[in-house]
């Protein structure tokens, strides 16, 4: 089967095409494509970047074509050393492991890592996901960090106008003492981006050690009375919460 490659118009790449159908995201929807599981009018396409036609193209995995697509959007507690993909292969616990028997299909919605814990979302809208994980979107991230010493004054200006990291200079973020003990500080950070371990990265480059990491809030949406290791639905309400942007 031949597949347009240069159209540009309103069609979308295969894998593209995939996570919009409800069967996973951006990247689980690569690894159906390769494997084989995608036809494009009843011819299997095995190439994630072949240009497709959502309108006027048949799309089915295993041979069903999707269903309705029905948003389903989680929010869960994360707790430490719970890691956020489907498998992991040091055999650790993963967020899958706390959804409840047969759950809806759902991924998650950015990531944290294994050892920090907080508000974490699972949703089967690929839409959702991208508006909460691209820095474009500026939804806010809000982490409770405890951090081992104390900062100084010239640490915090440096957070709250940007880190240099090995990937390149961060957006500022917002940071706030709460308390303070003999060994370790508790702060407020907030952050509008979501680089692979930044709030850790950020703190290292001047001078402590992160010891606990807690997300307390995405947009306006907080993590509340949640229990490590549970989950609950959100309605409208909560939706419009957690998509509150920074200004």
């Known amino acids: 089967m031949r597949i347009d490659y ?21 990247t689980q929807s690569w690894d159906l494509v390769r494997a084989g599981e995608i036809r494009v009018d009843g011819h299997v396409v095995t ?11 048949r799309i089915t995995r295993r041979g069903q074509a999707a269903g309705p697509v029905v948003p389903v959007v989680f929010a869960l507690h994360k707790p430490a050393g719970v890691v956020t993909t489907r498998r992991d292969e040091h055999g650790r616990r993963t967020v899958y492991d706390l959804l409840p028997p047969d ?22 809208d690929a839409q959702l996901a991208v508006r909460l994980t691209e820095p474009a979107h500026r939804i806010p991230k809000t982490y409770r960090v405890t951090i081992k010493g104390s900062p100084t004054v010239q640490a915090l200006s440096k957070l709250r106008h940007g880190i240099v990291l090995k990937d390149g200079p961060t957006r500022p973020a917002a940071v ?10 508790v702060v407020e950070m907030r952050l509008t981006e979501g680089r ?33 290791g549970a989950l609950r639905a959100l309605d409208a309400a909560d939706l419009k919460r957690l998509l509150q942007r920074q200004p």
């Open 6 to 26: 240069r159209s540009p118009g309103r069609r979308v790449q295969l894998h593209r095409a995939v996570s919009k159908l409800g069967w996973g995201s951006r």
């Open 47 to 57: 190439d994630p970047l072949a240009w497709v036609d959502l309108d006027r193209q």
């Open 103 to 124: 759950p809806p299909w759902v991924f998650p919605a950015g990531r944290l890592d294994a050892d920090s814990e907080g508000l974490l979302i699972l949703t089967n």
């Open 176 to 185: 706030r003492v709460l308390r303070r003990h003999a060994t370790v500080t």
């Open 196 to 228: 692979n371990r930044q709030v850790r990265r950020m703190w290292h480059a001047v001078g402590h050690r992160v010891r606990r990491l807690v997300r307390v809030a995405i947009g306006a949406l907080p993590l509340g009375d949640l229990l490590p």
